[in-house]
Nanobody, 125 residues
Framework: VQLQASGGGLVQAGGSLRLSCVVS????????LGWFRQAPGKEREFVAA????????HIADAVKGRFTYSRDNAKNTIYLQMNSLRPEDTAVYYC???????????????????WGQGTQVTVSS
């Protein structure tokens, strides 16, 4: 399985970006797919995910109401629509996948075996 993230860039505070992550090698519907981010000097943290069995989308409190996760199984792609961006959203954003994540672990980075290369998001004040 390979993941290719794209869509990052430099944006002013209050602006928007949409990240995409294409999953290749296996059909995406058999995987739990998520987004994580890592800011300079900080630990990687959970942003959003959907379990492979569907159901609720899990969103981190820090981005709830501003970020939207979506998934297009036909295109083997997940998206992260980021609105009302803040300087504290500056980070490298990673997509991740795993076929065996249990529902209670979708927010845990250690539950994911496959990672994309990351895409940089920089929000200026």
């Amino acid at each position: 399985v390979q993941l290719q993230a794209s869509g990052g860039g430099l944006v002013q505070a209050g602006g928007s970006l949409r990240l995409s992550c294409v999953v290749s090698g296996r059909t995406s519907y058999s995987y739990t797919l998520g987004w994580f981010r890592q800011a300079p000097g900080k630990e990687r943290e959970f942003v959003a995910a959907m379990h492979r069995r569907g159901g609720n989308i899990h969103i981190a409190d820090a981005v709830k109401g501003r970020f939207t996760y979506s998934r297009d199984n036909a295109k083997n792609t997940i998206y992260l629509q980021m609105n009302s961006l803040r300087p504290e959203d500056t980070a490298v954003y990673y997509c991740a996948a795993d076929p065996s994540v249990i529902l209670s672990a979708v927010r845990s980075q250690t539950a994911y075996s496959y990672w994309g290369q990351g895409t940089q998001v920089t929000v200026s004040s």
